[in-house]
């Protein structure tokens, strides 16, 4: 087994003010987990830093709020997160390449990119070995292999789509070393033995150094040990506003193609079409086979795509949790926006996590001369909110007052006396809601009704992230364009190699 020099063998600290060792607690909430019903995103959702932290953050926020809704589409997204914004991005090249013209037409309940995407953490990182050993049992070390590759292409397509663009600024990327501390020897064992089993599967590793108390206290900060690799922070909403931009962009380059937006347009309800509904079909245009319905009037079109992650059930009602179903589970996370006591010479700008990553936190670069001491974005602390762990929280428009206290509490008590002020009050706090799934991995591809095991036609879903969206959702967004491109075209999806086959909804 790997080695991390210098540790003693105990818990590394006791004044962490947050409990110790909760997966598996969490896992055996879900596991009894049930609900009636999911809800559709609350409008006025508590004020995040990426939506309302400088003025026309979200250029896009309202954009197709008000006058007509588009009547037609080929294709309707529910959703301007970054899978919908993905999905719409690869459908726009991939349609290109296929010389297809698409109307693709985004509708988004709230504003654009409001709900998890604009409201998240902003860490942008693969993992790499975490889980490894799970993944094998349960799928085989092939499958275990494909999540991990999964994670490296999503990141690299971005990075790339990121940096040939020259929009490093305008997300405020931040690529550098990252930092993972161990709170316990339990913790630390439980990540070699991934490691471990990781490296053997022929997984690239030689990025991971492991640091002892001493180096992670003189490098970062903390005194703990750690494990330290390649990640990245950006600002969430800017990525996606930009992935929107280029898709729009691109999709105007084929005539007869177009991508438009509407927000505040909440879809409550999806209905096949009768023949005599379906109205004149243009012979350029795909037959209308979908009925969506919102307030403000009514969209026909050939395909939908559910984009809508924690509320995919509110359409979707066999997703509605039940003990022993697969299903998606709203679960709330919280964040705060608070300054460091100390200037950012002292402290690096990187990204961390710790607590087998119930918490996470990074420092924002520092983007303004009078801003001295960097603003640090934290979440976390959902396992100080036991016993219910957020399970079933829809509401994002308050905050959860245990998390609260614990979010304060935990930078003081995690670095060294004097670079967190334990009065601070943060800046900035919100809430947002992720969608989980009892295997912690997302539904990719048709929709499948399980009570018939019936494919339901032109309907597809990308959702159920579990909180770990940012490097898998693109990935995942672009396997989703590939097959409505393959059906589209009346073709067989190939797979790509980097694509874990037991994400498939064919494959539940
Ligand atoms: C507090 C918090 C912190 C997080 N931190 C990180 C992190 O640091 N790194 C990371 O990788 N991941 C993080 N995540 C998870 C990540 O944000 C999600 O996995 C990601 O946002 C999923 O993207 P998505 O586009 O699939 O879904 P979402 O971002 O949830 O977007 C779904 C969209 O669908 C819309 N919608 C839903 N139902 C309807 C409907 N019926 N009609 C119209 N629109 C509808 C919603 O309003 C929403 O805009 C965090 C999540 C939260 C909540």
């Known amino acids: 087994m790997a080695q991390i020099p210098l540790i003693p063998n105990q818990d590394f600290k006791s004044s962490i003010p947050v409990p110790l060792h909760q997966h598996i607690t969490e896992e055996r909430l879900f596991a009894a987990f049930s609900r009636d019903s999911v809800p559709l995103p609350y409008p006025n959702p508590t004020k995040a830093f990426w939506t309302h932290g400088e003025p026309d953050a979200n250029p896009l926020g309202k954009v197709g709020s008000v006058g007509n809704l588009t009547a037609n589409a080929d294709v309707v997204i529910i959703g301007s997160g970054i899978t919908g914004v993905g999905a719409a991005y690869h459908l726009a090249k991939l349609a290109q390449q296929a010389g297809l013209k698409l109307d693709v037409v985004v509708l988004e309940a709230r504003d654009f990119c409001n709900p998890p995407q604009g409201r998240n953490g902003g860490h942008l990182t693969p993992v790499l070995s975490q889980g490894f050993r799970a993944n094998s049992q349960r799928y085989g070390v092939v499958e275990a292999i494909k999540s991990v590759a999964l994670e490296n292409h999503t990141v690299s397509s971005l990075l790339h789509i990121i940096r040939s663009n020259n929009k ?26 991934d490691y471990d089993a990781a490296k053997m599967s022929g997984v690239n590793l030689s990025d991971i150094r492991f640091l002892s108390q001493d180096e992670t206290r003189n490098k970062y900060g903390p005194q703990f040990p750690s494990v330290s690799y390649f990640g990245n922070n950006l600002w969430p909403l800017k990525l996606v506003t930009q992935l929107f931009n280029l898709a729009k962009e691109r999709f105007s380059l084929t005539s007869g193609s ?64 039940s003990p022993g179903k697969d299903s998606i589970v709203p679960v709330r996370g919280q964040v705060i926006a608070t300054r460091a006591a100390i200037s950012s010479q002292e402290i690096i700008n990187t990204s961390s996590s710790a607590n087998d990553g119930f918490e996470y936190w990074f420092s924002r670069p520092i983007k303004n001369v009078d801003e001295d001491k960097p603003l640090i974005i934290l979440g976390g602390a959902r396992e100080a909110t036991a016993p219910g762990f957020e399970l079933g929280v829809a509401d994002d428009t308050t905050l959860n007052e245990n998390a609260s206290k614990t979010l304060r509490d935990f930078l003081p008590a995690v670095y060294p006396e004097g670079w967190f002020s334990k009065d601070q009050q943060p800046e900035m706090e919100w809430t947002g809601v992720m969608g989980f799934t009892e295997s912690r991995n997302p539904f990719v591809g048709p929709v499948i009704d399980p009570s018939t095991k019936t494919t339901i036609e032109g309907q597809y879903i990308a959702a159920g992230y579990s909180g770990h969206g940012m490097p898998r959702t693109f990935g995942c967004a672009e396997a989703l364009a590939q097959i409505i491109i393959a059906d589209l075209t009346n073709k067989t999806w190939t797979s790509p190699k980097w694509f874990p086959q037991h994400f498939l909804t064919t494959s539940r």
């Open 258 to 321: 177009h991508l438009s937006l509407h927000t505040q347009t909440p879809v409550t309800k999806v209905s096949l079409l009768s023949e005599s509904d379906r109205g004149e079909q243009d012979d350029n245009r795909y037959p209308r086979r979908w009925l969506i319905e919102t307030p403000r009037g009514l969209i026909r079109s050939h395909i939908v795509i559910h984009a809508t992650n924690a509320y995919a059930a509110h359409l979707l009602p066999f997703l509605i949790p």
């Open 168 to 193: 490093e600024e305008d997300v405020d990327l931040v690529s550098g070393h990252r930092f993972d501390l161990f709170f316990s020897k339990e913790e630390e064992n439980d990540f070699l033995l």
